[in-house]
Structure formats: C-alpha cells, structure tokens
C-alpha cells in the first residue's frame, strides 16, 4: 500500500513538474510588418487585423504543440526607411524566428538583403515579382504574382477582341512591375500599347493622362495601382466622359476601392483571389469552405468583411503555423520546410512552394471580378 502510494505521489509531482515546465515555456515570437496607417492602410491594417486574429485563434486551441505565439507587430506606414528599422529591431532586439510581411513592394524590397543576411524566413504579403524573382532562399510571398494578374487582364482583353489599349501605373515598386509586366507580355498576346504613362502616389488630379488617352485609338484602359490613385482615376475619367471599358489590377480589389471610387467605379474589372467572391462561388470550387469560414470569422471580430489583402496575412500566419508545427522554430527549418509546401488551400490560392517557386500560385489564383451595383460579381 506504502508502495502504491509512493508511486502515485512520484507519478503526480512528475505531471506537475511538466504542467509548470510547459506553462513557463517562452512563446513563439513572430514579426510582422504591415502598414497599417499611411497611403497604404487599406493593405496593412486588414493584414494586421487578420494576423492578430489567427494567431488568438491558435493561442486559444492551444498553441503550436503547447507553445504559444507571440506577434510582434510594427506599423511602416508604407515607408521602406522605416521598413528596415523595424525588420533591425524584430531580428537583433525581438529575437523572431520569422517575419510576415511587408504590406508593400517596395517595403518588401528594402528589407530582403536584411532577412537574407540574417537567415530570418520572410513571407511578404505584397505582389511584385521581383520579391521572389530570383528566388531568395530566405523570401517567400502569399500575394499572387503581378505577372498572374496582367496575364488574366490580356485573355480577357483577347476574348473581347481588343488588341489596342493604353496603360497608365503609378511610379513606386508596385507601379513600375505591373508596367514592365504590361510591356513585356503585349505581344504575346497580341495587344499594343499605344500610350503608356505613369502617375505619382500622391497625385490627386490624373486629367492631364487621360486626356491624352481620350485623343488616340485605344479600346481600353489599364490602371496599375493602389489606392487612392486608380479610385482618383477611375473618377476623372468618368468627368471626362471617357468610355474606354477600364481595367485595374489587384492592388484594388477590396470595398474600400468602390467607396473611394463611388459610381465612377461601376463597369470596372480587374483580378483578385477568390475572397472577394466567396459566397458566389460554386460549390466545386476548393477553396470556397475556407474563404467563407475567413470572411465570416473577420466579420464576427471587426464588423467589415474580409478582403483579399487581410486573406495575404491568413496564408502567411498559417504557412508558419504548419511549417513550426512540422519542424519547429528553427528558423533554418521553418524556411527549409516552408519551401517543402504543398497543397496548401489557403485564402489566396492553393500553394506548391518548392526550391524553384517560392510564390507558390499559379494562373487559377485569380479570378476577374466587375464592380455592379456597387458589389463585386464573377466575370464569366
């Protein structure tokens, strides 16, 4: 009987010594990088939102295999300057094991020789493809590649029977990959670029532009833009009278681009991942159980629909999760088992890492949606 108890008494004081070993194990720390106040806050603050919300999601269940998540946000108010100060102090004062986001290209552009030379694995949220392009062994991306978006534009353009059209992109890092995408896959499918003409962010009146658009032989328009810029566009040439059916890339696709824009935005199409969509999607579509799940969940927390942008920190924040989940918070193993992925239906598309890809989509991450009524619908 002594025994017994002896032996349960050990038995107990070992649980216990493991309960508080657990209990006192130091988090998981991740940075994020979003801009969530600036031009670009129509980017960073859903990805903000939406990261904090799953990293409480799996705090709540438990964390990753007991070990809770710490996220470390810093706003860079879409400037790269201060970008890299805050990607410095979440790789040498934070201690991160890895880092999600920036909002921006060119945010993301101006920290990678950083990550790379300190071996932190980075997931950015923005849509160049020179983030990835040549791959960076330490870089990867969950938004879709502006190479997919232009690629879709011009099929849509060909099923149409347009073959001339004019471009108008904004002069940064996002801006400038769209254009070159534009200029370099024209012929290929057979378009020609009569007017191609740029746009500062912080512009406010594009008449000038399309004015000269309105004098040549276009049939459409392509704005390469975040907002407000192609909102601002999109309202000037409604002023004008310009009829050019007007085309936009996904940096635009979220509700906040058809209140910015107003009336001048109906008629208008462009690429986007599937979030925008989700409840009209059919049910064969793979992706439609956890699009709705996400657009539902941010509803329930922040009162707004969950967009394409927040759907970038959603991918990010769950690519982490299975990767540590697998190989732990090394991050050397968390990069090597990031560029192992494979099937991941995430909120941007279904994602195939490997040595060669780290962005991981292809074409069928986007669909074209139209503005109608003031609401988004499928484009056949």
């Excluded at 921006?104 to 932190?120: F, H, R």
């Excluded at 732990?328 to 990069?335: H, L």
């Amino acid at each position: 009987m002594l025994s017994m108890t002896r032996t349960l008494f050990v038995a107990l004081l070992i649980t216990a010594q493991a309960t508080i070993v657990l209990a006192a194990a130091p988090p998981i720390k991740i940075g994020a990088l979003f801009a969530v106040t600036g031009p670009a806050s129509f980017l960073g603050e859903p990805e903000r939102n939406t990261a904090q919300m799953v990293v409480d999601e799996i705090n709540q269940s438990g964390g990753i295999k007991g070990r809770m998540l710490l996220l470390i946000t810093y706003d860079t108010q879409g400037d790269a300057t201060r970008a890299v100060q805050a990607a410095t102090r979440l790789i040498k004062e934070d201690k991160v094991v890895a880092i999600i986001g920036p909002s921006t290209t060119g945010d993301t552009m101006a920290i990678i020789p950083l990550v790379e030379k300190s071996q932190i694995p980075l997931i950015s949220c923005a849509a160049g493809i020179k983030i990835t392009e040549p791959v960076k062994p330490w870089v990867f991306k969950t938004a879709q590649n502006d190479s997919l978006a232009v690629a879709k534009i011009y099929e849509h353009l060909v099923k149409r029977k347009i073959t001339k059209i004019s471009i108008l992109t904004v002069s940064d890092s996002f801006g400038s990959s769209g254009r070159e995408q534009l200029k370099n896959q024209a012929a290929k499918y057979g378009i020609q670029i009569l007017s191609d003409d740029t746009y500062g962010p912080k512009d406010t009146d594009m008449t000038p532009q399309l004015t000269k658009i309105r004098t040549n032989q276009s049939q459409a328009l392509i704005c390469w833009g975040t907002n407000p810029g192609p909102a601002l566009i999109a309202r000037n040439a409604k002023q004008l009278g310009l009829k050019l059916p007007l085309y936009m890339s996904h940096g635009v696709s979220s509700k906040k681009f058809i209140d910015l824009a107003g009336d001048a935005a109906e008629g208008i199409i462009l690429p986007s991942g599937r979030v925008l969509v989700a409840d009209i999607l059919p049910n064969s579509d793979k992706q439609k159980k956890s699009l709705l799940s996400y657009v539902k969940d941010y509803q329930k927390h922040y009162k707004a629909e969950g967009d394409h942008f927040g759907g970038h920190a959603w991918d990010a924040v769950m690519l982490l999760k299975s990767a540590i989940s697998k190989s732990g918070e090394n991050p050397a193993s968390i990069r090597g088992q990031l560029e192992k992925t494979k099937n991941f239906y995430g909120i941007g598309g279904i994602f195939n890492y490997s040595p060669a890809d780290h962005s991981g989509l292809g074409k069928d991450a986007f669909v074209l949606v139209e503005v109608k009524g003031k609401d988004w619908k499928l484009v056949p």
